[in-house]
T-cell receptor, first 112, second 114 residues
Framework: GQQVMQIPQYQHVQEGEDFTTYCNSS?????IQWYKQRPGGHPVFLIQ?????EVKKQKRLTFQFGEAKKNSSLHITATQTTDVGTYFC????????????FGDGTTLTVKP | KAGVTQTPRYLIKTRGQQVTLSCSPI?????VSWYQQTPGQGLQFLFE???????NKGNFPGRFSGRQFSNSRSEMNVSTLELGDSALYLC?????????????FGPGTRLTVT
């Protein structure tokens, strides 16, 4: 069954609003990776988090890894139309040794 | 470096037929993973090849198979196609293939089964 859950499935925002997507696992994650897939495109690696409580920033994007390493979030400040796409998390759980499991993704649309 | 390439980009097949998809990884990358992407199921892992050996396998029936050549190029084969096999098939390469390495995805092959 699904081991890495992502919410929400869809998010519609007005340009300039903030956006957050959450990635949750019932088991401890060894790491979490985030990918972005533009409409009609393919997933592109954004970042990886490994340490408990880790926070990383890329311009308007802030990535967090939970203290218990069971959840992660991606927050975008002041969304722009270029942020549209589907954001996937992928994590390595101890029940799927050797390969990360992808969440189902959060699709973001931004209204100008 | 050139990115990951996949051929063909689009394919239409009939139920019962078989299909072979090809993936050329980034030069120097030894790991190739295959994923099936459908609107309702997200990215589902099929299998991973590293140095010509299947290293990991997802939960797909035996109709789905793959192989990797000495130059790291990989092929994926689906036999006895079913309507439900219609999907975007993505391959991803990485230098090592472990879950701590970022994956570089190709543009995908859009397979339609009629």
């Amino acid at each position: 069954g699904q081991q890495v859950m992502q919410i929400p499935q869809y998010q519609h925002v007005q340009e300039g609003e903030d956006f957050t997507t959450y990635c949750n696992s019932s088991t401890t994650l060894s790491n979490i990776q985030w990918y972005k897939q533009r409409p009609g495109g393919h997933p592109v690696f954004l970042i990886q988090l490994v340490k408990s409580g880790e926070v990383k920033k890329q311009k308007r994007l802030t990535f967090q890894f939970g203290e218990a390493k069971k959840n992660s979030s991606l927050h975008i400040t002041a969304t722009q139309t270029t942020d549209v796409g589907t954001y996937f998390c992928a994590g390595l759980t101890n029940t799927n040794a050797g390969k990360s499991t992808f969440g189902d993704g959060t699709t973001l649309t931004v209204k100008p | 470096k050139a990115g990951v390439t996949q051929t063909p980009r689009y394919l239409i097949k009939t139920r019962g037929q078989q299909v072979t998809l090809s993936c050329s990884p980034i030069s120097g990358h030894r790991s190739v993973s295959w994923y099936q992407q459908t609107p309702g199921q997200g990215l589902q892992f099929l299998f991973e090849y590293f140095s010509e050996t299947q290293r990991n396998k997802g939960n797909f029936p035996g109709r789905f198979s793959g192989r990797q050549f000495s130059n790291s190029r990989s092929e994926m084969n689906v036999s006895t196609l079913e309507l439900g096999d219609s999907a975007l098939y993505l391959c991803a390469s990485s230098s090592n293939g472990g879950p701590f390495y970022e994956q570089y995805f190709g543009p995908g092959t859009r397979l339609t089964v009629t």
